[in-house]
Each structure stands twice: as C-alpha cells, then as structure tokens.
C-alpha cells in the first residue's frame, strides 16, 4: 500500500486568541499546547514513515519564513494569494500523481489522542482507495453552535456515507445533534485521491479547476471551502468517525480546556508570573507582569506585549471584537 | 463660639488597595476619588472658615514630604513613632489650650454629602462643648463585618448617650443591627475638648498620658487606638448620627462603588485606557496599559507599576494576603 501524503493548510489569521495571536505571530506558530507549536504538533502527527510520505504545507508568502523556521527541509508550496481551502487543496492535488491518497489537515487544531487519530487515518484511507471523498466526523462533547456538522448515513467500509453537511446550527439543533448519536462535527480534516478530488473539483467547480493551474487565474478565484465547493455536492462523500480529543483551540476558553494536563487542583492553568487566591478553572498567560487574582472562576487573564486582556470563559468567543484585536 | 481645630491623622499604610498603594505612595495621597487625594479632600471638608481654625495634621517622618506637598503650610506634629490613633489624638491635644474642640477624622476616608457632615459637625459642637466625648455613628448601608458598631443609647442634646461599643461582629449580628435601626457603624471621627480628651486618657491610660508627653516615652508605647484607650471606658462618651454617604475606601470594591459618580449605563467605572464588551459593574484602573475586559460582571481590573491585579469585588477584601500586597 503506498504512503499516504500529508497536506497540511498554513493560512488564515484569526484573533480570538488575542493578543497572543497576532499578524505576524500566527495561531499555529505558537506553542499552546504543551512545548511544541500547533504547526510543529501537526507536522509530527503525521511523521510515522511505515504511514506517511513527507508532508507538503500550502501557505502564504507572509507564512513562509515562519514555516520554514518550523519545518525546515520541508515541501513548501506559497499559494498566489489566499482563497481558502478549496484552492489550496487543487494546488497541492495537482502536483501529485492522481493514485496518490492525501491526507488535508490544518494546522492549527490540537489532538490530544494520537492512537485513535491514526487509526481513523487508516480507517480513512480504506475508504479513499475507493475513490471516497472522506470527511473525518469528530465525535460531538457539547453542543458547540461554532461549528459545522456531518450526519451519519449508511455503513461504508471501515465508516459511512455521509447523509448531508449542516452549517454552524442554532443552539435547539445541536442540541438535538448531540443526544441523537448520528452526528460528528466537521473538523476539517479530509482524505481523498488527489485526481479523485480534482475530478469533482472540475464536475462542481469547473471554472476553479481550470484558473487554479495558473498564478494570475488564481488570484481571480472566488475564495471557497472545500466544505462548499466539493464535499457537499459530490455524491462520493463518505466519513470515519474520530473520537481523539480534538479541539480547534478556536478561543481562550477552548485553549484552557485543551490544557487541562497543565491545570493545578482547581483546574487554574497558569503560564508565566501569577499568584492566585480563591480561584477555580482560572487561566493566566504572562509574558511577563506578575498576574494576581482573587475570587473568581472560568476567567482567563492573558498579558502580552503591552496589552491585557480579561475575559469570562463563555466570553472568550467575543475577544475578536475588541479593538485591540481589530488592530485598533 | 470659637472655632474648631481639625486634627487629620495622615498615618498607616495599608495593602487592600495593592497595587496602587504602596509604601511609598499610601492611600490618602491618591487621586482615589475625583481629582482630589483623599487627603487634601479631608482638609477641604474642614476649609469653612467660619467653622473652623487651620488644622493640626499628625503624621509620620516618612509621610512627611507627602503631607507638606499636599498641605503647604500647613501645621504638621510628626508621631516620633507610629502608635495608633490614641497616643496620636494626644499629641495634639497637648499642644492645645484645654477648651479647644478638636475634631479628629482620618486622612483617607471618603464623604459623598459635604451638608450632611458639616451639619454633623455642628451637632457634635454642642455636646463636645457640654464635655462629651463624641463620635460620629455613620448609618451603616449595609451588613458590613469589617467595621466595629456603636449602639445609640439614650438621647443627649442634639445626639445620644453610647449604650455600648461593638467590634467587628459576626455576619448574623451584623444584619441583625442593620435591621435594628439603633447602631452605627464607628466612622472613626470624633469630637471633644483636647483637655476632656487628656482627662480621660489620664483616667484610663495613665501610663500613655505621660508617655506621650517626651519622645523617649513616646516609643515606648504600646499602640492603642482612642476606641478602646478611651472611648469604651470613659462615661462621657455620646455620639452624633451621621448619614453622609460615607466609605472608608477600604479596599477595591468600596472604591469602585465609591466612584459611582464616575460610573457609565452598566456601572462601569475606567480610568486609564481600557476596552469593555458586555461588562457590568466591571471597574478598570491603569497606568498605561490597555485592559479590554469581555462578559464579566462585578469583576475589578487595575494595571499599575508592572503589576496586573483582577479580582472579584467580593474577593477585593482578600487582596492583602496577595504576595504582591504583602510585598514579595
């Protein structure tokens, strides 16, 4: 069985995690969890060699000195301009033999469950061997109305059908979504043939297919998701289900959580000076002020480079409201 | 009738309002409310020139270019150590002719309704020259536990006979005198003729009454304040009810409700920069650096001097046991 290959997607910006995540200093170039950046966590999720060729990375040119910092050696492809993830995808596809089965990843979402996330890879694959565009459903934990999700159609090989894609739902729907069973969340992680992909890509998309095979036609794409462009309309969407402790990091709230190995008795998660009475599931980051809080519970005090900011846990999905994150 | 001097003790330190307060730079020598120190407000409230001779300010040697940058000109008694506010009182008491009344208020304390406390001035005059000790009973707002309580006895002239001094009292008591009507909280001001004030200190602290009179002694002291030195013992004591919108700035939450003034539609209160989405009840103070503040209610945020302090208003009571507070 040939090596599958990695595409890990390096764009997009981002400012709910603010101020930490800035411009220049993007989400997945920041060590969150653990010791190791997200891009780093991504790269070595599929470094198993008996599994994975070596991972090609599509970014921007204002990425690129950053990844190359962080992957140095690697298979780097600088995108035109960027125009989400469908785009992105083609240009990875159309450098590989169409039999080649590539595995899409982003980069900056955590997986704390490696074991079950490569035997979802291996259950995918099956499925992409025969001709599957294959959509990786995480299992649900809350009825998160952040995300998209995938209802569970009939038994495919080692997953499903996929039965249709919902977009970011109303609180009642995911709710429903998560007692009912039959849901998974989108996590954006997809496994398909490269000239599989391109083939829908051009029945669904043709104008796309074509302007992506030169950098001028590229810059004048309507950026578009590979969720709306292709895993949605082709009839050849097929899903495994993942149950591996993923998470987005997509604010503060959800970093705390994807922490918990660092967090203390009270659930307080501390990075940098801080000293705490009284408090419970607290998050304090510091690049270097001493932190000190009193009394209070699901807050997350972050200070760096000059600014400090304080947000509730249920707030944190508002931090990229404030002026500070605007740039402002 | 002659005028009253006002004696403004300018000692202590306290932690509670930590980081702002320092050693260095204490309580009453900050812009807390208004544009004024606590301090120089404490000397305006004594300005009326009918009413009132210079005053006396009693203060420590390290407070001193402090007091004088505040107060230029004024007549300052420098404690040869501190001692508490009985050995304090005495001080200047001895500097003055016997029948002067002195009018003792404390330095960093906070009056919203300037009227209300001149015309508890002009109440307490009548009994302190009929020879009663007197201290002003401030209506208590709220089941306070920090405070020591006065209960009313009988009626004396324009005020009341003390039935009793209560220190700090449990919660149970505390609503229980609330919703009694017949106790004040003790302000810590009081009025008297010096002589009367030294006869009683003589009566019940004899060793302090001379201690006080050379500086060798005055060292060796032990520390007592006028409450139980002298005004739980001596049968002359009366009060007059005060109801001024008083606070003692006891610590972050008092002040924030202090600055109600300052307060906007969701009773926030800012100084400094800052930002604030879906906040309520939410004060922020800082010295530079923007706060952005996101979903949180009854939550207090100061940045100053390097230091960042959040903490529930609830928990502001608890700041002093901070390492910050405590120095460390």
Redesign the interface.
């Known amino acids: 069985m040939s090596l599958i290959v990695p595409v890990i997607l390096c764009g997009g910006s981002g400012t709910r995690l603010w ?1 930490l995540s800035r411009p220049a200093r993007p989400k997945p170039f920041l060590p969150l969890i653990g010791e190791a950046t997200l891009f780093e966590a991504a790269l070595a999720r599929v470094s198993d060699p008996a599994l994975f060729a070596a991972p090609l990375v599509v970014t921007g040119a204002g990425l690129f000195e950053l990844v190359e910092s962080q992957a140095p050696g690697g298979h780097v492809i600088v995108e035109p301009a960027a125009r989400n993830t469908a785009p992105a995808i083609a240009l990875a596809a159309q450098r590989l033999p169409p039999d080649t089965v590539m595995l899409v990843c982003p980069s900056d979402h955590h997986i704390a469950d490696i074991p079950a996330w490569l035997a979802a890879v291996v259950r995918a694959r099956t499925l992409a061997e025969k001709g599957f565009l294959v959509a990786f459903g995480i299992a649900p934990t809350r009825p998160e109305t952040g995300y998209g999700y995938i209802e569970r159609g009939a038994p495919e090989g080692e997953g499903y059908r996929i039965a249709r894609f919902i977009e970011k739902p109303p609180l009642a729907d995911a709710e429903a979504y998560l007692s009912s069973g039959g849901f998974s969340w989108n996590g954006g992680i997809f496994m398909f043939r490269a000239g599989n992909f391109l083939e829908e890509l051009a029945r669904y998309r043709p104008e796309m297919a074509k302007a992506v095979a030169d950098p001028a036609g590229f810059e004048a794409i309507a950026g578009e998701s590979i969720d709306y462009a292709v895993m949605e309309q082709t009839s050849r969407a097929a899903m495994v289900e993942a149950d591996m402790g993923w998470s987005d990091i997509g604010n503060w709230q959800s970093l705390r959580d994807a922490r918990a190995a660092e967090a203390d008795a009270q659930g307080n998660v501390v990075r940098g000076a801080a ?1 705490l ?2 408090c419970r599931k607290v998050m304090v980051q ?1 690049d ?9 519970e699901d ?1 997350i ?1 972050v ?1 760096d480079g ?7 846990a ?3 999905a ?2 990229g ?5 605007k740039g402002e």
């Not at 270097?288 to 209070?296: E, I, T, W």
């Not at 000059?306 to 509730?312: A, H, R």
Request: hydrophobic letters at 45%.
């Open positions: 101020p000293d009475i009284d510091s270097g002020p001493r932190v000190s809080v009193v009394g209070l807050v005090v200070v000059g600014e400090v900011l304080v947000t509730s249920a707030g944190a508002n931090v409201k404030l002026k500070g994150a």
